[in-house]
């Protein structure tokens, strides 16, 4: 199995930073009133200040939860996804805790897109989205329509991917006719 660009870390990393800010928004509340909490039990003409270095410590610590919380989830999700292109079909293992098997066929495949966004340009990975006769839907989006997706290929390798599937795929329709 072949594993993704060394760049699909950030790729990664931003997507949990972008839910994990979401979730902080909740848990930095939380914190700030822990800690006032505490700081109105000690009590004393100090309040204010007492509350403010307590807004500050959590909201540092709502920080540090997001970033370690980030790169734990990319460290893992780079670890385990993986493809492979057998004599038949693609296949694709993903997954942190719940793992996923995808197997494509060559016969479904219909059509091979190469996409490079401003992160995939910063990194050099291009994404792969091989589209097939019954297309999946998927609503975390990244591959949406596309039933093989690898989020993180050197733009050589996608362009190696997408000739290698072109080719099974005039091989396939070929034989049809």
Known sequence: ?????????????????????FVGLFLIPFFVQFFMVGSMISGGSENISALFVSFIISFFMGLIFI??????????SY???????????????RGIIWKRYSNVPYERVQNVDIHRGIL?????????????????????????????????????????????????ISKTHGQGM
């Open 1 to 21: 199995m072949e594993k993704l660009h060394v760049g699909a870390r950030w790729l990664f990393r931003f997507r949990s930073y972008f839910v994990l800010i």
């Open 67 to 76: 970033f370690v919380a980030g790169e734990i989830y990319a460290r893992l």
């Open 79 to 93: 670890n385990n996804w993986a493809y492979e292109f057998t004599p038949t079909n693609l296949k694709v293992e």
């Open 120 to 168: 995939a340009r910063m990194n050099g990975f291009s994404s792969v989205l091989i589209q097939t006769a019954g297309m999946s839907y998927s609503p975390r989006g990244g591959g949406i329509g596309a039933e093989g997706y690898l989020p993180a290929v050197t733009p050589h390798k996608a362009e190696e991917i997408r000739e290698f599937l072109m080719k099974k």
